[in-house]
């Protein structure tokens, strides 16, 4: 009987502690809140071109539940929502980034961050967006480099791309002004900046007009022209700058091909007695050192080869006087002084003669490009090299019976100052001078 009494007390503890607690967790529940929505704003709009731009949101407050989704929401329509054109930027609060690709140029848009909970979808505040209309892409054209007889590299430098994509870039190529992709062209690429092209297929000894070029939405824009002209190869393959002076196609180096263009031989005359006494086509090396000076200053040869017609490779000419008086009056020498004899003009001399290579003060500005430097001469009547690094002669390929006229350049006069004239006469066919050819 007391046993007994001991059980029910126990089982009265037992029912009134689960009573307890079973009243405590109604009380626990009743007072815990449920989740609400998330609070957030909407990150203001940056980087606007005609077809993106970059917005996010800030959520503050997870509503007293997990996060599930996050973004922005956009249209064209004011209070878009999540079914309407949608970011998905992660499931974290705090702040996030959305990138908008793909939109309409020159349209307004409406956008709301947004965040998802289990209680439902929050927008933050709206802001507007318009993106722009593409322009056309602003660039120039870098200078032509490393040109050989058939190709050159030059490329672009793409400043703007005209608030849109560039999709592809380059430069175009042709024998007239204004090249357009039409012609001849590259693509290197997509973008902005620098990019480089590499020009190939050339003709030798051709003019050439190039232009950089960008295409985008808006259309293809093109760079600054630039003119070039590819190097031109002699009957042995030694290749030659050439330079475009005026209206006139000129090599920028010396002749050195120890060939006529037909392949046949030219005599080559080391002894003084025999170059003076010569009646026939010769050529030599200034001191008769061709390791040294045929790289720099090219051959030297008589009048008698260059009477031949056959000494420039096939399709170039020694200039005749007039046409080296055609250059003079492109430079600025009054036409009247470039028909008459001896020190004529007053800078054209300067113009034409490199601005390194000559002896210490010497020097020219070279602005033509001929590149002229002082190679020097072998004297017709004793066959002696004279004037190395001071002041150097070019045959023409006007004659008369006796003589072949020529030009002549100087470093300084005999009193040492600088000479800048051209000097223009003529002396008998044994005289050893430098080839300058023109197309």
């Known amino acids: 009987m007391f046993k007994q009494q001991i ?39 940056t980087n606007a071109t005609v077809n993106s731009f970059t917005t996010g949101g800030n959520i503050t407050s ?88 058939n190709s050159a590299v030059s490329g672009g430098i793409i400043t703007s791309g005209g608030n849109d994509s560039v999709t592809v870039r380059g430069v175009c190529w042709a024998i007239t002004t204004g090249p357009t992709t039409t012609n001849n062209k590259t ?62 196609m000129w090599m920028a180096e010396n002749l050195k091909t120890t060939k006529f263009n037909d392949n046949t031989a030219i005599p080559i005359i080391t002894d003084n007695t025999l170059w003076k006494n010569t009646t026939g086509p010769a050529y030599c090396w200034y001191a008769n050192d061709g390791t040294t000076n045929k790289p720099i200053y090219g051959a030297i040869y008589n009048f008698f080869t260059v009477a031949t017609g056959k000494l420039c490779p096939t399709g170039w000419h020694v200039p005749s006087d007039i046409e080296f008086q055609t250059l003079e009056v492109f430079l600025g020498m009054d036409p009247l002084q470039a028909n008459s004899y001896e020190w004529r003009g007053t800078n054209q001399g300067a113009k034409l003669k490199n601005s390194t290579g000559w002896a210490t003060g010497m020097n020219g500005t070279n602005t033509s490009g001929w590149s ?7 004297y017709g009547l004793t066959g002696v090299f004279n004037n190395l690094g001071t002041l150097s002669y070019w045959w023409s390929s006007t004659k008369d019976p006796v003589n072949a006229m020529y030009r ?32």
């Open 187 to 248: 693509a290197d690429g997509a973008g902005t900046g620098n990019f480089v092209s590499t020009l190939t297929g050339l003709q030798t000894g051709v003019i050439y007009y190039v232009r950089a070029y960008a295409t985008n939405s808006a259309g293809t824009a093109y760079g600054n022209e630039i003119v070039f002209s590819t190097n031109v190869a002699d009957v042995e393959g030694n290749t030659y700058k050439t330079v475009l002076i005026g209206t006139q």
């Open 7 to 45: 059980i029910m007390k126990k089982d009265i503890v037992h029912i009134v502690s689960g009573c307890l607690l079973i009243i405590g967790m109604v009380l626990f529940n009743s007072c815990k809140k449920d989740p609400v929505i998330p609070t957030l704003t909407t990150v203001d709009v």
């Open 372 to 378: 002229a430097l002082p190679g020097g001469y072998r």
């Open 408 to 439: 002549r350049l100087d470093g300084a006069d005999s009193t040492g100052v600088v000479m800048n004239k051209v000097y223009r006469a003529g002396v008998i066919y044994q005289g050893g001078k430098y080839i300058r050819c023109v197309k």
């Open 62 to 149: 997870d509503g007293r539940a997990m996060i599930t989704a996050s973004g922005v929401c956009y249209g064209t329509i004011s209070g878009p929502t999540i079914q309407s054109s949608v970011t998905t930027d992660g499931s974290s609060g705090g702040s996030f980034v959305s990138k908008i690709t793909g939109l309409t140029p020159n349209t307004i848009y409406y956008i709301r961050a947004y965040a998802t909970n289990k209680a439902g979808t929050a927008y933050g505040n709206e802001v507007t967006a318009t993106t722009s209309l593409p322009a056309l892409s602003t660039l120039t054209t870098t200078a032509i480099s490393s040109i050989t007889i």
